[in-house]
């Protein structure tokens, strides 16, 4: 599935340090996902530490913010 990540996604990844093929990993072997009305949010451990992303589903992936907790 087509995966698009928002400006805002990106920035904040970069501000965080969190790589594209972290969040991409994140969204094809999450760890736990949990769903909140439309919204999706996968947590992977990864180098940082957890990171959720927060994400749509639809025709394709949309990522919408990247965060770790």
């Known amino acids: ?3 698009i990540f928002t400006k805002h ?3 904040q990844m970069k501000e965080r340090g ?3 093929d972290e969040v991409i990993n994140t969204l094809k ?3 736990k996902i949990l769903k909140i009305t439309d919204r ?3 947590q992977k451990r990864v180098s940082i530490g957890i990171i959720e ?3 749509t589903r639809e ?3 949309k990522v919408i ?3 770790p907790l």
């Open 59 to 61: 025709k394709y992936i």
């Open 40 to 42: 999706y949010y996968a």
């Open 9 to 11: 996604a990106e920035e």
């Open 1 to 3: 599935m087509k995966i």
């Open 53 to 55: 992303v927060v994400y």
């Open 18 to 20: 969190i790589s594209k």
């Open 65 to 67: 913010t990247v965060y």
């Open 29 to 31: 072997y999450s760890e």
